[in-house]
């Protein structure tokens, strides 16, 4: 039996196929042998929705399918010409951010920043996991930017985008180089991470912190291994996660706890669970984030899930749904964080009933802005005008 029937069977229901063939049709040569995408997330790497051509692996009865080469991670330099992102989005509590990295090696199947590899002519599958971008100019750029006269320091956020934190980071440490520009400067930063190596930087980010210019939010998406490990194969287990809330709240650093993405009948229960561990290990803000299906991540999120939970397909994608208007995804601002509709509500009464409990607030902690060193030029030309 192979895999695509397997799935057609797992999935039963003949009278709910609709959404079930959907998937399996948009999914149709394009799914990558279980070999060959091995400790990856997606099963899937379609063509990017900006190209002109679509790529699909096909058995030629050759057998040469079975020579294909397993994914491997692939590092490319990229170029930025500024460090700084901006950003203009009402539901967003950061106006700009830094994203040392594009692609995260992590590969959670949910990721909302997996669209962005079609910029790059590449696809938001597997391709978005192992093909990915580093930015060792970065750093220096950055201080740059900070140096201009104009500059207006409010606090960089970094970690919103794709993880800085990834295990490439390791090599690279492009994260390491950009906290210390910020430390320099006496510029405050917001870090969101799903990494224990966070903690590698705790010596610089202690000492932001104690003058008021560093927090963090560590998201814990379940504290169930199994469901971690198919779900974020290359990411921090949940275990890991919590010790670094610990030792960062520790050392003096805001710690958050996310509870991020939320999935309906997919880890929902979990909520209450998370926080008190969150609480437990010293987190004393929390957040929560509801699934977000954006462009090509909702047919790679739909594969994931009837490969590795068919019995639940139809329910967790008509929950989704319930939350979305009838869609996959709303991208309304309004809306998008948080959904709308009795399970959304419910499931926002959930957190903020556990959150008062324990006694966490919400991340909003405001840091200092007023400790600003202009750092030098790095070699600018700067405008006389």
């Not at 910029?119 to 971008?133: R, T």
């Not at 980071?169 to 990494?195: D, F, G, Y």
């Not at 194969?233 to 949940?238: I, L």
Request: overall charge positive; aromatic content about 6%.
């Amino acid at each position: 039996m192979n895999e695509l029937t397997h799935l057609r069977q797992a999935a039963f229901a003949p009278a709910h196929t609709a959404d079930i063939a959907d998937a399996l049709v948009n999914s149709s040569g394009l799914r990558i042998e279980v070999d060959r995408r091995r400790g990856r997330g997606a099963g899937l790497n379609p063509s990017g929705r900006f190209e002109e051509e679509r790529r699909e692996n096909f058995d030629d009865g050759w057998q040469t399918l079975e020579e294909l080469a397993p994914f491997s991670t692939e590092v490319q330099v990229e170029k930025p010409r500024t460090a700084i992102t901006r950003n203009e989005s009402p539901d967003i509590s950061f106006d700009r951010s830094i994203n040392p990295y594009r692609g995260c090696e992590h590969g959670c199947i949910y990721c909302f920043a997996r669209p962005t590899h079609s910029f790059m002519g590449l696809s938001p599958g597997l391709d978005f996991e192992a093909k990915l971008f580093a930015k060792p100019d970065v750093p220096k750029l950055l201080q740059r930017e900070l140096s201009r006269p104009d500059y207006k320091v409010r606090a960089i956020a970094i970690g919103t985008n794709t993880d800085p934190y990834q295990p490439i980071e390791r090599e690279w440490r492009i994260m390491r180089q950009i906290l210390e520009v910020l430390q320099k400067a006496n510029h405050p930063v917001a870090i969101v991470t799903k990494s224990a190596l966070i903690t590698r930087d705790i010596d610089i980010l202690a000492d932001m912190a104690s003058k008021g210019l560093a927090k963090v939010g560590i998201s814990v998406t379940t504290l169930d291994r199994k469901l971690a490990r198919t779900m974020e194969p290359r990411a921090s287990t949940p275990t890991k996660r919590l010790e670094a809330i610990k030792a960062l709240t520790e050392a003096g650093i805001p710690t958050a706890v996310m509870a991020a993405p939320v999935i309906p009948a997919l880890n929902d229960h979990e909520i209450e669970r998370i926080l008190e561990a969150g609480h437990a290990a010293g987190a004393r803000e929390a957040s929560y984030v509801l699934l977000r299906l954006p462009l090509e991540v909702s047919p790679i999120f739909r594969d994931w899930l009837l490969r590795n939970y068919p019995d639940r397909y139809r329910h967790v994608m008509s929950l989704v749904r319930s939350m979305r208007g009838g869609k996959d995804y709303d991208a309304d601002f309004t809306k998008r964080m948080k959904g709308s509709g009795p399970y959304a509500w419910q499931i926002g009464r959930r957190f903020e009933m556990a959150t008062k409990r324990l006694g966490m607030g919400r991340r909003g902690l405001p840091l200092r802005d007023d400790l600003f060193v202009r750092p030098d030029g790095g070699g600018i030309q700067l405008s006389l005008l």
